[in-house]
């Protein structure tokens, strides 16, 4: 009598837990370690290669979906926000913009596979025009945009966007075109990158930050993010051997200028801005709009066109405070803790 093929062994990994994003084979296997999920979000962490959407019971309440409303999500990312509003706007489809083409198809995928109607499109929410040519609409009736990173983005290190993983300085939204990070950190010269620091990162030590990496690249250059994250952290005073994060909430040194080098990359606030301007004008009347923020320059953007569009009697109403996620979301999820739900419903 043969005895049964054993099951193949998992890759083994140094220590006694995952390090690297692709050792942590529970939490990229939902569907077989539910149990794994849970216990990484009881500790304030996010499962690899998962997104939990932000401020989803406060975009619900802003947008006030229901049956057969058009609904377009201009940062589609993991779809977690399409998902849900997609279940309460049901039959009508969802429209799902996103610049990233990789993870979309993967989101389509998803939400299909639970059902969701989803009209994909690739591109960036500045175009929202061409979106709604293709649709052949003229508005749609509730509209996000989440301006955040999704954690697949962050999670992955061949994508280059987080300090956490080694891997190539990319940070490119869409790779099929631009330069990437690597590129733009070795042309810039120290003002250019000091404004960076300032505007995109509200780094108080930008000039030191700058000054180290353009010493740190005529040495050799700046190809991982290993490489940035060190000579950040080293500008800092921060020995990078023996830094520790203090807990789930603690933001990392490099934090600031990951996020001003990503920011300016994919010319995100020059996006923003058209976005804006386009908004009133892609709303049917009473249509609603949420915009999740993440940096106070977003902040300053979208409040001044929501406060312009109440004055020109675009909007009847608006939130220009920025609401703030709750304490518990933001222990179940660190990565929200910047987070500022705006909204504003269209004149009719």
Same mark, same amino acid.
Not at 73 to 90: E, M, P, S
Not at 215 to 223: D, E, G, I
Not at 274 to 289: C, E, I, K, M, Y
């Given at each position: ?114 059902? +969701? ?95 180290? +990496? ?23 005073? +921060? ?52 915009? +999740? ?56």
């Amino acid at each position: 009598m043969t005895e049964p093929p054993r099951p193949p062994r998992r890759k083994r990994y140094r220590g006694t837990h995952p390090r690297r994003f692709e050792e942590r084979y529970k939490e990229l296997n939902p569907e077989k370690y539910a149990s794994e999920q849970a216990k990484v979000r009881a500790q304030g962490r996010t499962p690899a290669g998962t997104h939990v959407p932000v401020m989803l019971n406060e975009v619900l309440a802003a947008l006030k979906p229901s049956p057969g409303r058009v609904y377009l999500d201009c940062t589609l990312g993991f779809g977690g926000h399409a998902q849900a509003i997609g279940a309460l706007v049901a039959p009508a489809p969802v429209i799902g913009l996103d610049l990233d083409a990789e993870e979309q198809a993967r989101t389509r995928a998803r939400l299909a596979a639970l059902g +969701i109607t989803l009209h994909a499109h690739h591109g960036n929410f500045a175009g929202l025009a061409k979106v709604l040519k293709a649709e052949q609409i003229a508005g749609v009736d509730l509209l996000l945009a989440d301006l955040g990173v999704s954690s697949m983005q962050l999670d992955r290190p061949e994508r280059g966007f987080s300090f956490k993983h080694e891997g190539p300085l990319d940070m490119r939204m869409d790779r099929s075109r631009g330069q990437t990070a690597a590129e733009m950190l070795a042309a810039a010269d120290e003002e250019t990158l000091v404004r960076w620091l300032s505007d995109f990162g509200d780094e108080p030590k930008a000039a030191a930050v700058a000054r180290a +990496i353009v010493q740190a690249r005529a040495l050799r250059p700046l190809a991982t993010s290993r490489d940035l994250a060190e000579v950040v952290m080293r500008a800092l005073g +921060i020995n990078p051997r023996r830094y520790k994060r203090r807990g789930p909430g603690d933001t990392h040194p490099a934090a600031r200028t990951f996020q001003a080098l990503r920011m300016a990359v994919n010319r995100e606030l020059e996006n923003l801005e058209q976005f804006l301007r386009d908004l009133p004008w892609v709303l049917n009347a009473s249509g609603r709009a949420a915009i +999740i923020t993440f940096h106070s320059g977003e902040e300053r953007r979208v409040r001044a066109a929501l406060q312009a569009g109440l004055e020109a009697g675009h909007f009847s109403e608006a939130e220009l405070a920025g609401q703030a996620p709750q304490s518990r979301e933001v222990f179940d999820n660190p990565r929200a803790r910047s987070a500022r739900l705006f909204w504003a419903q269209r004149a009719v």
